[in-house]
């Protein structure tokens, strides 16, 4: 495990097990990923655009914050909470697999809560798996690669393929202005292509 600033391992390690937390949690991931993607929000506006509890957010918020990832920007009521940036590269046990955990990232996987194609693609091919999904779904909105080539390179069948793209479309569009610039592998810092080693 590596991470892209220099910090001590003290921090590297609570900035692991943070995300490891987001990434275990769909719900508490969704929240991030609206703060990342809105820029700031009051417990309320989180409630409004989530549909959460009143309970249940002041929850999800105060772990995030003792998290670390998610800080309040105000003293006064109501506070206003913005998302830290998170960019953490990540390097399986075999070695043989790095990812990087971005917004991006962290967006897609607290949408299994709610999609069940991302659900079933983590439950087959883990986070590492749908990092690398997500670079071809940049890639296919981009016109760049089809889910053909997508199944062909990872070994899966072009259904699950072309099922993971389309699950994957609405949050390739809603961070990378695909129409006017495109986005590019780079946009997705150290999601790699080879991480192939999950199972069809």
């Given at each position: 495990m590596s991470r892209t600033s220099n910090r001590t391992n003290g921090d590297v390690i609570r900035d692991f097990l943070s995300v490891a937390?987001?990434?275990?949690?769909?719900?508490?991931?969704?929240?991030?990923?609206?703060?990342?993607?809105?820029?700031?929000?009051t417990v309320q506006e989180l409630m409004?655009?989530?549909?959460?509890?009143?309970g249940t957010?002041?929850?999800?918020?105060?772990r995030?914050?003792?998290?670390?990832?998610i800080e309040a920007t105000t003293d006064t009521q109501p506070r206003i909470y913005v998302a830290r940036n998170i960019d953490l590269t990540v390097t399986a046990a075999d070695?043989?697999?790095?990812?990087t955990i971005t917004p991006v990232l962290i967006d897609?996987?607290?949408?299994?809560?709610?999609?069940?194609?991302?659900?079933t693609y983590i439950d087959r091919h883990g986070i590492a798996g749908l990092a690398t999904a997500l670079t071809y779904a940049v890639d296919r909105e981009r016109g760049e690669v089809t889910h053909r080539l997508m199944a062909e390179d990872l070994d899966i069948s072009p259904l699950a393929a072309e099922m993971i793209l389309q699950a994957l479309r609405p949050v390739v569009h809603e961070h990378f202005d695909i129409e006017v610039s495109?986005?590019?592998?780079?946009?997705?810092?150290?999601?790699d292509r080879d991480v192939v080693g999950d199972d069809a």
């Open positions: 937390d987001l990434l275990e949690e769909p719900q508490l991931a969704q929240l991030y990923a609206y703060l990342a993607r809105e820029e700031e929000a409004d655009a989530l549909n959460l509890a009143q957010a002041y929850t999800y918020v105060n995030l914050v003792d998290a670390g990832v070695g043989a697999r790095e990812y897609a996987v607290g949408r299994r809560a709610t999609n069940d194609d991302i659900d495109g986005a590019s592998i780079a946009d997705i810092e150290g999601v």
